[in-house]
């Protein structure tokens, strides 16, 4: 018995992960409980079936019509009483209606194949979106986009050739087989079976080898695209450094390899062409040759020589098509795979079956004991007990590393703690939906990211229903009105990549209009101020205060002079609450946040 090796390991598994995704594909064509779908697949298949039949009868008034205006043959009977003319316009019909019935069926099964690409494309949209802050900051933007790219394509490809070129072939094969078999003799059925058999090997085989080459040419592809995206998402970065020919070197590292691959798969697609046409000419002359002798020793006619030179066509024109569709059927199966890989990956924070919407009472958020790591062996925070009454401003202080933003990654449920609890006004958050979450909390991050599109559009996101004039009233609450308004397109000037074509404080204002818009009654302040000059923070805080009354608000701060007026000041060190109180309270106690403060106001005294 011949053992496996790790490349027909590799096959079977390529074959199986194939017939997964086939049968993935396989509800989005044939939804349960909707008829209109599935009434439009079966007339698609009736059109299919009927051009199939057509085109196979389509060669037969050809011959008639030769061997009509043959004299040897004249006198022979014809299809239905037709002479040559009409034997003539009859071939031209069904050649026309061969045609129709391909197209109709087109026509009827664009639509199912449209609707499954936009249900794929969005259930995977949606599924990025419901994966873990984990999962997003592991991954890079352009390969996600990338799987998304192909997969979509891949549905679309395997639809249309899968369908409508491998099935028909195959359809179209078996009856000009039998055509052949039962018209001439079983020797024509041997050539063109033996034929058909040598094709398929070599064009499977030499596409085998040409898929290798291929994925090791979408990989080049996927790493340039990836070097391209983080290289122009990171533009700033790129030109602070002087590193614009560094960065087209390794664009171009990535792509030199790309074309090596390109290059070999041009070659092998030159060999895989001419073995095609060498075994498909061999086989075309050798049942071309078997016909003549019959023409000659009386056998056939004139016409049945016509019709096997027809139906060798027939077969023939399809067949060289079949190393493409099959090398990009392999492909299609793989990018889908990959998409589907994609929809299994487990979203890590989930809604419980039974979750209930958040419901506020006042905003009163309390940690318990709560533990918390990335990594399981570098917990960050190691049992936290903290409480924020409703309506009051906690300000979240400590070093670099302590854990103040890993409580706002926690309270917005980016990540579910490992120890202890959170809850909000008693309600766990891992007993609410994300959705009626996120809809009570406001945040301000350090760094607003602004969406490429009008500064109308990034201050309505906060909320999208808003009318005009609440968007204005958010913008001009958020000391921002003027500045819009002096712009050459106001409300209508686009902010550019991640709102580069903005300052960092005039980013930060329409942060804040954001959220103001969104009227959360929770705010998380991320060090909203720290990224901004000392004039500009000080306009902004104001605000930011401002923006807090009312509110149950959590402010994580670099800048200890921003906080100072908190209801309450939490020290955090090494993961542990070290000091609370007041500003007044814990500079008294001249412990760990007095450090602090004294440290800034030294700096400062120095700057």
């Given at each position: 018995?011949?053992?496996?090796?790790?490349?027909?390991?590799?096959?079977?598994?390529?074959?199986?992960?194939?017939?997964?995704?086939?049968?993935?594909?396989?509800?989005?064509?044939?939804?349960?409980?909707?008829?209109?779908?599935?009434?439009?697949?079966?007339?698609?298949?009736?059109?299919?079936?009927?051009?199939?039949?057509?085109?196979?009868?389509?060669?037969?008034?050809?011959?008639?019509?030769?061997?009509?205006?043959?004299?040897?043959?004249?006198?022979?009977?014809?299809?239905?009483?037709?002479?040559?003319?009409?034997?003539?316009?009859?071939?031209?019909?069904?050649?026309?209606?061969?045609?129709?019935?391909?197209?109709?069926?087109?026509?009827i099964f664009t639509p199912v194949g449209?609707?499954?690409?936009?249900?794929?494309?969005?259930?995977?949209?949606?599924?990025?979106?419901?994966?873990?802050?984990?999962?997003?900051?592991?991954?890079?933007?352009?390969?996600?986009?990338?799987?998304?790219?192909?997969?979509?394509?891949?549905?679309?490809?395997?639809?249309?050739?899968?369908?409508?070129?491998?099935?028909?072939?195959?359809?179209?094969?078996?009856?000009?087989?039998?055509?052949?078999?039962?018209?001439?003799?079983?020797?024509?059925?041997?050539?063109?079976?033996?034929?058909?058999?040598?094709?398929?090997?070599?064009?499977?085989?030499?596409?085998?080898w040409r898929v290798k080459i291929r994925k090791v040419m979408n990989d080049q592809d996927t790493d340039a695209n990836q070097k391209a995206i983080d290289s122009l998402l990171n533009f700033e970065t790129v030109k602070y450094f002087g590193a614009e020919r560094w960065e087209a070197e390794r664009y171009d590292g990535a792509m030199k390899k790309y074309a090596q691959a390109a290059i070999k798969t041009n070659y092998t697609l030159a060999f895989l062409n001419f073995g095609q046409s060498l075994i498909i000419?061999?086989?075309?002359?050798?049942?071309?040759?078997?016909?003549?002798?019959?023409?000659?020793?009386?056998?056939?006619?004139?016409?049945?020589?016509?019709?096997?030179?027809?139906?060798?066509?027939?077969?023939?024109?399809?067949?060289?098509?079949?190393?493409?569709?099959?090398?990009?059927?392999?492909q299609a199966l793989i990018d889908m795979g990959d998409m589907f890989d994609l929809l299994e990956q487990p979203a890590e924070v989930q809604d419980k079956p039974d979750a209930k919407d958040l419901e506020i009472k006042g905003g009163a958020i309390s940690l318990s004991g709560v533990a918390f790591g990335y990594d399981e062996e570098r917990p960050i925070l190691k049992g936290i007990d903290l409480d924020v009454p409703a309506g009051q401003t906690v300000a979240i202080v400590g070093s670099s590393g302590s854990g103040k933003s890993t409580i706002g990654r926690l309270l917005f449920r980016f990540y579910d703690v490992n120890g202890g609890a959170l809850a909000i006004d008693g309600q766990d958050v891992r007993d609410v939906t994300q959705e009626s979450l996120h809809a009570q909390i406001g945040v301000v991050p350090q760094d607003t990211v602004l969406f490429n599109d009008t500064v109308y559009y990034n201050i309505a996101y906060g909320r999208p229903d808003a009318t005009r004039d609440e968007v204005i009233a958010a913008a001009k609450a958020a000391k921002i009105h003027d500045f819009?308004?002096?712009?050459?397109?106001?409300?209508?000037?686009?902010?550019?990549?991640?709102?580069?074509?903005?300052?960092?404080?005039?980013?930060?204002?329409?942060?804040?209009?954001?959220?103001?818009?969104?009227?959360?009654?929770?705010?998380?302040?991320?060090?909203?101020?720290?990224?901004?000059?000392?004039?500009?923070?000080?306009?902004?805080?104001?605000?930011?205060?401002?923006?807090?009354?009312?509110?149950?608000?959590?402010?994580?701060?670099?800048?200890?002079?921003?906080?100072?007026?908190?209801?309450?000041?939490?020290?955090?060190?090494d993961g542990h609450v070290v000091e609370q109180g007041t500003h007044d309270e814990l500079l008294s106690l001249d412990g760990r946040y007095a450090h602090l403060w004294n440290r800034q106001l030294d700096e400062e005294e120095i700057a």
């Open positions: 018995m011949r053992k496996l090796t790790k490349t027909d390991a590799n096959l079977n598994n390529e074959r199986i992960q194939g017939w997964n995704v086939i049968k993935r594909v396989v509800p989005y064509l044939w939804p349960e409980g909707e008829t209109g779908v599935k009434v439009r697949v079966v007339a698609a298949m009736a059109a299919l079936l009927l051009s199939q039949v057509i085109a196979v009868l389509t060669p037969q008034f050809f011959a008639q019509a030769v061997d009509v205006m043959t004299p040897e043959t004249a006198d022979i009977g014809t299809y239905l009483g037709l002479g040559a003319v009409g034997l003539t316009v009859a071939y031209g019909f069904a050649r026309l209606m061969t045609v129709g019935f391909q197209q109709l069926r087109d026509v449209q609707r499954a690409l936009r249900k794929l494309a969005l259930e995977t949209f949606t599924h990025i979106h419901r994966l873990s802050m984990r999962y997003h900051i592991t991954r890079k933007t352009g390969g996600l986009s990338r799987i998304i790219e192909r997969g979509v394509k891949g549905v679309e490809f395997l639809l249309r050739f899968l369908l409508f070129s491998v099935g028909p072939l195959v359809l179209q094969l078996l009856m000009i087989a039998g055509v052949l078999f039962f018209t001439f003799d079983v020797w024509y059925l041997v050539v063109v079976a033996v034929t058909i058999v040598l094709y398929v090997w070599f064009t499977f085989a030499v596409t085998e000419t061999a086989g075309l002359v050798a049942v071309m040759v078997m016909a003549a002798l019959g023409v000659n020793d009386g056998t056939l006619t004139v016409g049945d020589f016509v019709l096997v030179n027809a139906y060798m066509i027939q077969i023939t024109m399809p067949l060289n098509f079949l190393g493409t569709v099959y090398r990009e059927i392999r819009i308004e002096s712009l050459p397109d106001g409300y209508e000037t686009t902010v550019g990549e991640r709102g580069l074509k903005l300052s960092g404080g005039e980013k930060q204002r329409v942060g804040i209009a954001r959220t103001l818009l969104k009227d959360p009654p929770i705010l998380l302040l991320d060090e909203a101020t720290s990224a901004l000059d000392t004039e500009t923070e000080l306009e902004i805080q104001a605000e930011l205060e401002h923006m807090g009354h009312g509110r149950t608000v959590i402010t994580i701060a670099h800048r200890l002079s921003t906080i100072a007026n908190a209801d309450k000041i939490v020290v955090l060190e």
